[in-house]
């Protein structure tokens, strides 16, 4: 349940109602929109009759939320989002793009491919220092040693940092590093690491489960909406189905979804979403055409060599020719000059 406030309430009339949700055994989140402050309830709203809150002073209305995510949902807020990281805007009309390797491996290769991608039209880095794989004998990053060189690369190029946490107990070790904690698809639901993200004050990359639905992805990002951390971007990196000659299927069907019911950015991950490089390209333009808000791109300086998903990644190359083709369709649907950034 919402409650709007008139644009007259004051602070007294607020708590009032904060105070009487609490009586209630009921939680409350409290937001601005056009100048309006509104309450979410969250709780056990069953049989709980809108009368209660609608003749309060200040009150102006009280609307019922039909989605089981409340905060994340475009009933709650229908203003998209727009998460601020440095001098980027992701969820603007800006095609926002993160690019790197799947891991990082040394400094040398980040810088090669730093350079690469920031001189083809990326703002982020990305690559993992933690790396969930699903064979423990794989390689599985190099740690506080990686968030390091990926710190080297932002101070060299201007790239913001986007890497993966994976557990509540690295979480401030990543914050010393990191612009944005990307959540990887093995932990949408790990509840506890949502918890910490929610209440760490950097905004969030959630990857949608590989099995998981759009409702339990929107579920997850409302783990963090409600220690209001409002910076949550959405990634749809694919999911499992009974195809077998690609890694995963990636439900385009998600992107414009995800937009109906949600303000929060959708990132598309097209190297997970197809496990081969040669795909990645037309799944990228497919994902802007359907409206995502940016990519999150693998891209490799030697992928033939790399030390984790090499068969999905891009050269420098390829992601150069690809970006003027994406900024291309971003141009076609939002009638606005890409940004020569
Ligand atoms: C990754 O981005 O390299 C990664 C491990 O992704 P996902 O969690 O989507 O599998
Ligand atoms: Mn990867």
Redesign the pocket.
């Given at each position: 349940m919402i409650i709007v406030f008139d644009l007259q309430a004051s602070r007294r009339d607020i708590d009032h109602v904060v105070r009487r949700a609490a009586s209630l055994r009921l939680k409350t989140h409290v937001s601005q929109q056009g100048g309006r402050t509104r309450v979410g309830l969250h709780g056990d709203l069953d049989g709980l009759d809108p009368s209660v809150f609608s003749g309060l002073p200040g009150v102006q209305d009280v609307r019922t939320l039909t989605r089981p995510f409340h905060l994340a949902s475009r009933e709650f807020k229908d203003e998209a989002t727009h998460v601020h990281v440095g001098d980027e805007i992701v969820g603007g009309d800006r095609l926002v793009l993160m690019a790197g390797p799947?891991?990082v491996e040394t400094r040398d290769q980040m810088m090669r491919v730093g350079s690469m991608v920031r001189e083809a039209g990326a703002t982020f880095i990305?690559?993992?220092a933690f790396?969930?794989?699903s064979s423990p004998y794989s390689f599985r990053g190099l740690a506080e040693e990686g968030l390091e060189i990926l710190a080297e690369v932002r101070e060299a190029t201007g790239l913001l940092v986007v890497t993966?946490v994976m557990s509540p107990e690295q979480v401030g070790l990543v914050a010393g590093y990191a612009d944005v904690f990307?959540?990887?698809?093995?932990?949408?639901q790990n509840y506890a690491l949502l918890d910490a993200v929610g209440k760490a004050g950097r905004p969030v990359l959630l990857?949608?489960g590989?099995s998981s639905t759009v409702e339990e992805l929107l579920l997850s990002a409302e783990y963090i909406l409600s220690h209001g951390n409002p910076d949550v971007i959405l990634?749809e990196?694919?999911i499992r189905t009974f195809e077998t000659m690609t890694r995963?299927t990636l439900d385009i069907n998600s992107v414009p979804l995800l937009h109906e019911l949600t303000h929060l950015p959708v990132v598309v991950?097209p190297?997970?979403g197809t496990g081969k490089a040669s795909l990645v390209p037309a799944v990228s333009r497919a994902a802007v055409a359907a409206g995502a808000d940016g990519l999150?791109i693998?891209v490799h300086h030697d992928p033939s060599n790399a030390w984790?998903?090499g068969d999905q990644s891009i050269t420098g190359e390829a992601f150069s020719k690809l970006v003027p083709q994406l900024m291309g369709i971003q141009r076609a649907l939002t009638g606005t000059e890409p940004d020569p950034r």
């Open positions: 799947c891991s990305r690559g993992g790396k969930p794989r993966e990307q959540i990887g698809a093995r932990n949408m990857k949608r590989m990634c990196r694919g995963n991950d190297s997970h999150l693998e984790s998903d």
